[in-house]
């Protein structure tokens, strides 16, 4: 087991119970605190959902967890507290056909510390898996957010700020360096290309790929011309070409020049009608009603959302001595931000990001690419370090 836990304590704290820190969202526990591994289940159902269910066995053949009556062509998310042991994951289809491919793309995938266990779509009436749980290894970690030890709320930002706002600026040039290192395909296609998060298709051959130096941006007509470095939180939001933001490896990621320029500097968000749809689904458009903001925004496909909320975490707490100064920038950067260093956001959407980051999970990609940036520029995401830290500051 890779243990990515981390003990603060609270005793110096009125109110504070002592606990765990675990790297990874704290949801759908059977309990409360998880001290032992995370085992995290994802299910994408297909058109007849009703006929899936699934469960999770002990090596005793007792039932620890299960599911069923889930939407059609929805994602599920289940969080498990998994002890040292022997487990029999089973899913099973009523009807015999599986969840893939006749009636939608499903599929299923389980992680037990982010390490990835199995995975699968086709079967017929039932698929099962056997896997062992390790014991838990020591953790030697805690140092870098030794000075966080006790705290909750916007204290506990305002520490992990302190933590990480001596960052040495590199320059928007150098950040070429970083992003031809950190953001290489070692997960999906695994070919060595660069890992765009605007076209790379996560499941099924990528439309196109770009070669690391060799398709750098320059110039573009379309989509697969080039690829660029995209702040994801855009620079005009902060006033432009000022460092240390503009510089920041943190919220820049390798990205097609030519969606890029789609995206703009609309703010992330759930779009309800597409005006423009990049080759891995991408988009532009109206932002839905239910997401309580009326206006463009542009929509990255799942698998980055969780990724992109984390950058915006990291960015209220790195710059929390600026950010109340930037909400008046523009139209877009009033929209998404509140005007003080504390919460950040508007409640529309620090609520989306929350959610992001709970149904996309810190991922093997994230964390390399953490240590990367950490190697360019010397400071880390908490967030993908401690995801429960989002909970302990903003609230679930």
Known sequence: MINTASKFACASVVGCLSFKIIAQPLVNFEGDICDESIGILNIVTDGYAHETSWKLLSDTGEQLFGGEGYADNSEVVKTMCLVEGNYTFEISDSHGDGICCRYGEGSFSFTVDKKPIFSGSNFGDIMSHSFYVDPPASDDSDSYYAHAVGKKGYPLKTALYEIIKDHNTRGYSAVWSLIND????????????????????????????????????????????????????????????????????????????????????????????????????????????????????????????????????????????????????????????????????????LELLKRWHKFDPVSQKEMDRNNKVYQFQGNRNPYIDHPAFVYMIWGE
């Open 182 to 349: 950190a953001d290489i395909d070692h997960y999906f296609d695994k070919d060595l290309t660069i890992l765009d998060i605007y076209s790379e298709k996560v499941r099924g051959r990528d439309s196109h790929n770009f070669e690391p130096s060799i398709d750098q941006c320059g110039q573009y007509r379309k989509e697969s011309d080039c690829y660029n470095r995209e702040h994801s939180f855009p620079k005009s939001w902060f006033g432009g070409k000022i460092e240390p933001m503009n510089s920041d490896g943190h919220h820049i990621f390798a990205a097609d020049g030519y969606v890029n320029a789609k995206r703009g500097n609309w703010p992330y968000g759930e779009v309800g009608f597409a005006t423009y749809v990049s080759s891995n689904g991408s988009k532009v458009g109206l932002a839905k009603s239910i997401t309580n903001f009326n206006g463009v925004v542009f929509e990255p496909i799942d698998e980055f959302k969780g990724d992109l909320a984390r950058a915006y975490f990291y960015m209220a707490t790195r710059y929390e001595g600026q950010i109340s100064t930037w909400e008046g920038n523009n139209d877009n950067s009033d929209a998404v931000l509140n005007g003080n260093n504390t919460s950040v956001f508007e409640p529309w959407l």
